[in-house]
């Protein structure tokens, strides 16, 4: 609709415009070419001197106004009689005139007027007869012109019947192209409210290669996106229900057994209690690790400058008595100054378990290096060990929440199988990037690249 306003206003400016422009230059030309025949009259006659009847058709022959059969001449004295009319059909000669344009006349005016009206040009202009500075009569021209104002009014008419047809083009093309719009709008609608029930991953089908389509074509995408977060959320909930009914059941079973039991020794008592507390630790480390998970998904952290370097002397401390007892050596090479925009929690997080899998996963004597190295605008960090490896058919299903490529070493070692899906949201939010290498019975190699502080992506 706004289209065809605008296309109405632009062509009722087109009707206007040229009609008015000609009709101005028709009427100047009218007005001067009265003006100058009126002043011309008066001043012929104002060199004979006299104003007769005689006198004024001498001039008016004379001043060949014969071949303007629609020019109308009147002269008048100073008291208003008319001398001389060249109407054959209406003459006022002897008559009394008394016109507004013959009375400015006698007041010493030129006047000239043009009006048009139903394919007619009227027109008229009046002069004073001045003889030795006095005002003796007037005279006064008449003329209708119906040929300059057909031609006007066929122009006039032919832009309605122009205008009018471009309109109808224009409302008929308008309803066209609005029907086919509203339909590829009406189809991604239909999809969206199907969406709002929760079936996830439907396509609108909308063709073309105009804005809509590209809209149609990103809404298709984002329909993926959510399909795929919702079926993980889904594993998700099924995955962490599942991890923690498994110690809860135990704990369970323990519980009864106990309960269940009158003389049971104290030495095997004692030994169900153990196994409630390991089952506990284990409930309390899944818990820990969905938290991690939920805050990492929730809100962004408080950013800051972190010293790579430091969190990894840090760990390497805190991991020492672990590595030590399977006799694992861990080797540093580390970069000084290596500082990213990240939280610190968040870092020791990434670096606690991604040295933490690399001693739980190794052989025993086997050997943990880490790397850390800054180049151009980067920071890079490469946690590389001996240890059992992964298939190469699982390397990209590590990064999943609650995969386990071992399951039953995973549990042995108290695995969630959250460590690694924490790592990579958490690198993945400090703009960094994490990759897998591993050969299965020789080892595994992560690599990290954060970008270096002041270089992460805003937003």
């Given amino acids: 609709m706004t289209y ?19 009709r101005n230059f028709i009427f100047r030309s009218k007005q001067d070419t009265m003006e100058d025949r009126a002043v011309l009259f008066a001043s012929t006659l104002s060199g004979i001197g006299e104003m007769t009847e005689e006198s004024s058709r001498r001039v008016y022959e004379a001043i060949d106004f014969g071949a303007e059969r629609s020019l109308r001449v009147v002269v008048v004295d100073d008291e208003f009689y008319s001398v001389y009319d ?18 400015a006349a006698m007041d010493g005016n030129d006047t000239v007027f043009c009006e048009y009206q139903d394919g007619v040009i009227t027109s008229r202009a009046a002069a004073p007869i001045m003889v030795e500075g006095e005002i003796v009569g007037a005279v006064y021209l008449y003329e209708v012109d119906d040929e300059l104002g057909g031609l006007l009014y066929d122009m006039q008419s032919n832009l309605v019947r122009i205008s009018v047809i471009v309109c109808v083009g224009v409302i008929i ?7 086919l719009l509203t ?26 290669t105009d804005e809509l389509s590209e809209l149609a074509a990103e809404f298709n995408t984002m329909s993926d ?68 998970v939920s805050r990492l998904d929730a809100k962004r952290p408080k950013i800051g400058a972190v010293d790579v370097g430091g969190v990894v002397q840090r760990v390497t401390r805190n991991l020492n008595p672990l590595a030590a007892g399977e006799n694992i050596s861990i080797e540093l090479s580390l970069d000084e100054k290596c500082i990213i925009d990240a939280n610190a929690d968040d870092v020791y997080q990434i670096v606690f378990n991604l040295m933490e899998n690399a001693v739980k996963y190794n052989h025993p004597n086997g050997e943990v290096h880490v790397f850390l190295y800054g180049k151009e605008e980067q920071v890079t960090l490469i946690v590389a060990d001996t240890g059992v490896g992964i298939p190469e058919a699982e390397v990209d299903r590590v990064f999943e929440r609650f995969y386990r490529v071992d399951k039953a070493r995973s549990r042995e070692a108290g695995g969630s199988g959250l460590g690694l899906a924490i790592v990579k949201t958490a690198v993945e939010q400090f703009g960094g990037s994490i990759e897998v290498e591993s050969t299965l019975g020789e080892g595994t190699r992560i690599t990290v690249v954060f970008p270096a502080a002041g270089r992460r992506a805003k937003g």
């Fill in 4 to 22: 065809i306003a605008i296309i109405f206003a632009v062509l009722a400016i087109l009707d206007i415009y040229p009609a008015r422009v000609s």
């Fill in 86 to 103: 060249n109407s054959t059909s209406e003459n006022t000669e002897g008559k009394l005139v008394l016109l507004t344009d013959l009375r």
């Fill in 173 to 179: 093309i308008s309803l066209l192209l609005s029907r």
């Fill in 183 to 208: 339909r590829r709008i009406a189809e991604l609608l239909k999809v969206i409210r199907r969406m709002q029930d929760g079936k996830y991953g439907l396509h609108a089908k909308v063709n073309g």
């Fill in 225 to 292: 996106r959510l399909k795929k977060s919702e079926e993980m959320r889904r594993r998700f909930v099924s995955d962490a229900s599942h991890e923690l009914k498994t110690p809860l059941a135990s704990v369970r079973i323990l519980v009864d057994s106990i309960l269940g039991s009158e003389d049971m020794p104290p030495e095997m008592i004692r030994e169900f209690i153990e196994g409630i507390g390991e089952e506990t630790d284990r409930l309390t480390r899944l818990t820990e690790s969905l938290l991690n």
